[in-house]
């Protein structure tokens, strides 16, 4: 991995004045005590503390559900091999999954969605699932901790059609993994461009929202609204903003994510847990996320 730069813990301690060699040492004091857990890098465990702000059971909490959760949802977090895997490729044909280069005022990186080909039959919602969680690990993994993080997703173009092609189970766990493992200090999630077919979706996933992030959730018909919580500049051009042609970005994040082969490859290999060593009852994809054997599939009458 010579050709990738990731984040380090010395620019970490650099960013983020609160962050405590002593807590790292905390944490590395616990992890020794999880023999089901794989080795953990200082910088990890300072991305951990920094998106639970430097609160220490919560990140504990953070730590042990980013690698279970990983673990046993491989239908997300597996065969990601760019070069074997032509169905990731299919997927930047299919949708633009980008971190925009411009931050909010207040240095809040954004993240946004959108289709590109507006096909349902051409839609393929766990490998879209997947490159979405692909381009925030390498976004994380090579920029480090970052004081919020907003995603955005423009419903353009999304139609029943398209809602026939969801699976639950796989939102279930992705809505899951945002909340309880991802480590970011999520902000805001705005859905621009709303319609009757978005509302839908949304009444699907209530049951999987925690509280808490159903308050950052807000629904703009247009994106004069948007401009109230950041600028509209960032977009991309077709969007409406000022941020670069949809293509040129697509490209550049696709070649970022083709560059990061071996990172996943590794991830794979090694960044699991070994449920035969856990302490107490092993886990299992059941125990996490719910029995989903009757959740494939949305049949649209």
């Not at 990731?6 to 060699?21: A, G, H, R, S």
Request: charged residues 25%.
């Amino acid at each position: 991995m010579s050709s990738i730069k990731l984040t380090t813990f010395e620019e970490e301690l650099k960013k983020n004045p609160e962050l405590k060699i002593s807590d790292i040492q905390t944490l590395r004091e616990w992890c020794e005590k999880q023999p089901h857990l794989p080795k953990i890098q200082d910088v990890e465990l300072a991305i951990f503390l920094h998106s639970n702000y430097y609160h220490i059971e919560p990140t504990k909490s953070t730590i042990e559900n980013y690698y279970t959760y990983r673990t046993h949802a491989p239908e997300l977090f597996s065969n990601r091999d760019m070069r074997k895997m032509q169905q990731l490729r299919d997927v930047f044909k299919v949708a633009a999954q980008l971190q925009l280069e411009h931050t909010t005022k207040e240095e809040y990186r954004i993240m946004i969605g959108c289709l590109v080909d507006l096909d349902p039959s051409h839609f393929f919602f766990n490998e879209l699932l997947n490159v979405g969680l692909m381009t925030h690990d390498e976004f994380v993994w090579t920029h480090g901790s970052t004081p919020g993080q907003i995603f955005v997703v423009d419903a353009t173009g999304i139609t029943i059609g398209h809602v026939g092609r969801l699976n639950i189970a796989s939102i279930k766990k992705g809505l899951r993994y945002l909340q309880d493992a991802m480590p970011i200090r999520l902000k805001e999630v705005h859905v621009i461009n709303t319609s009757p077919v978005v509302e839908i979706i949304y009444n699907m996933t209530k049951p999987f929202l925690d509280k808490e992030l159903v308050k950052l959730i807000h629904f703009h018909a247009s994106l004069e609204s948007v401009s109230e919580h950041f600028p509209i500049e960032v977009l991309p051009n077709e969007l409406g903003g000022k941020g670069g042609a949809l293509q040129e970005l697509m490209d550049a994040q696709f070649k970022r994510i083709e560059n990061f082969r071996e990172w996943f490859l590794e991830d794979e290999k090694n960044n699991r847990v070994n449920e035969s060593l856990r302490i107490g009852k092993s886990k299992t994809s059941g125990d996490l996320f719910g029995v989903d054997g009757n959740f494939r599939k949305i049949e649209i009458d």
